[in-house]
């Protein structure tokens, strides 16, 4: 049987948020919020349009799927984003309660894995989906960022 | 020397925030930022009021500071927080490079230091200042919500 709401699918539209993100001058990263195979959150990074460190793809994502859904919690909801949560957000999403993460390009640097920042122990955890893409979209930005500097 | 500004002295603000967010029926935290002696952001907990995880005192403080500099950092500024931070908003306090955290009551479960969250290496740490006040009036909400339920 064929799948059409798989993880790639999802993936694709957490793509074309951090695509805006790119056009916008942000550090490419995307997100989507999904509950039974239907988007209800996207969101992308916004820390220099907004002036504001905290205005991270997957904050944003998650205060918009709570504002959707009505309760804080989101059970059965499942993270799509292009990027490795940092602290900050895999401490939100532990917050949060969230099923399923489902994330793209890993951060070596900052990510939760590195920094080990604990999720919380319902959550299941996906990575490497449109890793190459995502990573491509990264390294373009700050390739770019370089040159104009 | 008498030093009227002294942490006491904004740690004081930060528990009239958590007293606000007490009557409100939120988790009773509080958060000023000060520069040069001056309280350029104040909040508290709202994340009942919002149906928002990601609504923490430090969180809101963070955005508030940032959006009254006009800067995404917040170099040179000190949070003073009656509870001591979570993952997540150390991870936000990681992003900002703010200069100093004082933080009043100490978070077994949850806090950063349990948790070893990272911050910025140039951000000083300060704990337990006002320490029984701020961990009384926690003691005091989860007691009266205990008695209502």
Partial sequence: MIEPFDDSYFMKKAMQEAEAAFDSGEIPVGAVV????????????LTETLNDVTAHAEMQ???AAANFLGGKYLTGCTLYVTLEPCQMCAGAL????????????T????????????????????SGVM??????LMKRFF???????
């Fill in 107 to 126: 951060d070596e640097n900052r990510g939760f894995k590195t920094m080990r920042t604990k999720l919380h122990p319902k959550t299941e955890v996906v």
């Fill in 34 to 45: 999904v509950v039974d195979n239907r988007i209800i959150a996207r969101a992308h990074n």
């Fill in 94 to 105: 532990y917050w949060s309660q969230i099923s399923k993460i489902v994330y793209g390009a």
């Fill in 143 to 149: 390739i770019e960022k370089r040159n104009l500097n």
């Fill in 61 to 63: 994502a998650i205060t």
């Fill in 131 to 136: 890793e190459q893409e995502a990573s491509s």
